[in-house]
């Protein structure tokens, strides 16, 4: 399967798209059905014990394995998540940025399955795991009235 968006395209479309949260994510690598992203880990992103959030990991699954589906379809920004479960594992290093591993595990014409492997960055373990299902919108007819 063919990339149909680069590394910078997709942090293009990102920055774009979804300005409030397009400078907290960088596209590490991207290759079919596979890609890497990372998320800088600040102060808005820890809870009480001085670890990440929950949400702020959950928020790193849900993007990487969105911008996983975009390489394989092209710029959509209307594909949206419908399902995620999210297991975490681990509690994540502080003051350490968070790595996702994400890999599309099935593409079809109207939903797209994967799992994310969220790390610290540089442990070997992850501190999050997820299963995340895409909705791809259907193609637009165009008709001629």
Do not use: W
Request: glycine share 8%; charged share 25%.
């Amino acid at each position: 399967m063919k990339l149909k968006m680069s590394r910078d395209e997709l942090e293009r479309f990102l920055h774009e798209h979804f300005p409030q949260v397009g400078g907290d994510f960088t596209v590490i690598e991207v290759v079919p059905r596979e890609i890497a992203v990372r998320m800088k880990v600040d102060h808005r992103n820890l809870r009480p014990g001085n670890t990440v959030s929950g949400p702020s990991m959950f928020a790193l699954a849900d993007v990487t394995m969105y911008l996983a589906v975009l390489s394989l379809i092209g710029p959509e920004a209307l594909a949206v998540t419908t399902s995620c479960a999210i297991d975490f594992m681990r509690k994540p290093a502080a003051g350490r940025d968070l790595i996702a591993r994400g890999r599309v595990l099935k593409l079809g014409r109207a939903l797209a399955v994967g799992d994310v492997l969220v790390y610290s960055n540089g442990a070997e373990e992850p501190v999050a795991r997820a299963g995340i299902t895409y909705s791809i919108p259907p193609a637009r007819q165009i008709t001629e009235a």
